[in-house]
Nanobody, 126 residues
């Protein structure tokens, strides 16, 4: 079992920054990759960014490339999402997820991930 707890969401003006954190506990040795997904009201559940648990590979949605950075912090067992140059269309609930399938790939489909946090709201005002 893996437990995930997100934090760091909030309200920010367009052009601003936020840093989301995902605290990971439990069987961390079973994790292959971590990812952030988001869901805006009335919209699909979308991949945002992902990282292999060993930090070797990262992957980003085209919509956030160059603005968001995903990182893994070994000592604290946390995964962060630094979000810069935020836009109103980034407004969504952001979820942290863990993949324990050991395919050694950062997947973009939510079905690949079997552990999820409760989500944290990010609101970007124009």
């Amino acid at each position: 079992q893996v437990q995930l707890v997100e934090s760091g969401g909030g309200l920010v003006q367009a052009g601003g920054s936020l840093r989301l954190s995902c605290a990971v506990s439990g069987r961390t040795d079973s994790i292959d990759a971590m990812a952030w997904f988001r869901q805006a009201p009335g919209k699909e559940f979308n991949f945002v960014a992902g990282i292999r648990w060993n930090g070797a590979t990262t992957r980003y949605a085209d919509s956030v490339k160059g603005r968001f950075t995903i990182s893994r912090h070994n000592a604290k067992n946390t995964v962060t999402l630094q979000m810069d140059s935020l836009k109103p269309e980034d407004t969504a609930v952001y979820f942290c997820a863990a993949d324990r399938s050991y395919t050694r790939v950062v997947h973009t489909t939510s079905g690949q991930y079997d552990s999820w946090g409760q989500g944290t709201q990010v609101t970007v005002s124009s």
